[in-house]
């Protein structure tokens, strides 16, 4: 996954479209929202609840999506297409680099709604 952490034209047709100040303030709400959703698909995964831990990786995707964060929309999607078919040491795996990628994107992103 090569791709850029934020594509900067989705992140600036944003605040053109909705407003600097508002897209801090959703940058905000994803930065306590994320570490949560994470630790609710990691318990959907553990319980085998598929339809939560799809519609978890989809909001997680529709996240990356808005704020133009393609690597995050990336792995959430494959999450989401995936599902629970894999095994569970691969989901884990592929939690817990999404995991590191909200830590790597939540700093960015709040530099980059300030700027």
């Known amino acids: 996954m090569n791709n850029p952490t934020i594509a900067p034209l989705v992140f600036e047709a944003l605040q053109a479209n909705a407003g ?7 940058v905000e709400a994803f930065a306590e929202e994320a570490p949560r959703l994470t630790q609710q698909l990691r318990a959907a995964a553990e319980t ?14 529709s996240n990356g999506v808005t704020f133009g964060a393609l690597r995050l929309t990336e792995m959430a999607a494959r999450l989401e297409w995936q599902g629970l078919a894999a095994d569970s040491a691969a989901i884990e795996v592929a939690i817990a680099e999404l995991v590191g990628e909200v830590a790597a994107i939540v700093p960015i992103l709040r530099a ?3 700027q």
Do not use: C, W
């Open 20 to 26: 600097a100040d508002f897209v801090l303030q959703l």
């Open 48 to 61: 085998g609840d598929a339809t939560q831990f799809e519609t978890i990786a989809h909001s997680l995707k």
């Open 112 to 114: 980059v709604a300030r």
